[in-house]
Antibody, heavy 119, light 107 residues
Framework: EVELVESGGGLVQPGGSLRLSCAASGFTFSRYWMHWVRQVPGKGLVWVSRINDDGSSTRYADSVKGRFSISRDNAKNTVYMEMNRLRVEDTAVYYC????????????WGQGTLVTVSS | DIQMTQSPSSLSASVGDRVDITCRASQSISRSLNWYQQKPGKAPKLLIYAASSLQSGVPSRFSGSGSGTEFTLTITSLQPEDFGIYYCQHTYMTPSTFGQGTKLEIK
């Protein structure tokens, strides 16, 4: 069974940094692209970033470009999101999502981790 | 970025009803359209991908149709467990974007 477990969320001050992790199991992690999608509580879904299977290619939403960095460790079956220069508007639940087949379709989602940026 | 607009924003229907939710794209996206269901406090769940392909394990009362700029998610014979918020998503290009959601309540 596919399982994605996010961790690393919490309360951080504006301008601060946080590192999210997503531990994957139940599938051959190194064969899949991975994404991060966020959702402000009570609001809609917003794609944030994706990384290809070997980590050689990454893409970002304009709103986080230059501040967030996605990476992965295929030996540890884990994808990361390094978040720097955090803003109040980055407050959201962050979901780790498996890409079905490089089609950008998210076929498995983690339970999410809440990031709160506030002074 | 491609804008996705869903209608209605909310609806209430009875068990056994047929429900249609529409999603429109601001430009043609071929058939690169997916549908998700989200229940309170839970992660979204993929229902339909590539406009009309049913994700494994999803009941056959869910179906999708459309191409280009207009798409429809249909639920035939609505069940009590079908409440939640439904989102469409295009995957035609990066960035992928989602519709604003349609909240479905069971009468």
């Amino acid at each position: 069974e596919v399982e994605l477990v996010e961790s690393g969320g919490g309360l951080v001050q504006p301008g601060g940094s946080l590192r999210l992790s997503c531990a994957a199991s139940g599938f051959t992690f190194s064969r899949y692209w991975m994404h991060w999608v966020r959702q402000v509580p009570g609001k809609g879904l917003v794609w944030v970033s994706r990384i290809n299977d070997d980590g050689s290619s990454t893409r970002y939403a304009d709103s986080v470009k230059g501040r967030f960095s996605i990476s992965r460790d295929n030996a540890k079956n884990t994808v990361y999101m390094e978040m720097n220069r955090l803003r109040v508007e980055d407050t959201a639940v962050y979901y780790c999502v498996r890409d079905m087949d490089t089609s950008l379709v998210g076929d498995s989602w983690g339970q999410g981790t809440l990031v709160t940026v506030s002074s | 970025d491609i804008q996705m607009t869903q209608s209605p924003s909310s609806l209430s229907a009875s068990v056994g009803d047929r429900v249609d939710i529409t999603c429109r794209a601001s430009q043609s996206i071929s058939r690169s359209l997916n549908w998700y269901q989200q229940k309170p406090g839970k992660a979204p769940k993929l229902l339909i991908y590539a406009a009309s392909s049913l994700q494994s394990g999803v009941p056959s009362r869910f179906s999708g149709s459309g191409s280009g700029t207009e798409f429809t998610l249909t639920i035939t014979s609505l069940q009590p467990e079908d409440f939640g918020i439904y989102y469409c998503q295009h995957t035609y290009m990066t960035p992928s974007t989602f519709g604003q959601g349609t909240k479905l309540e069971i009468k």
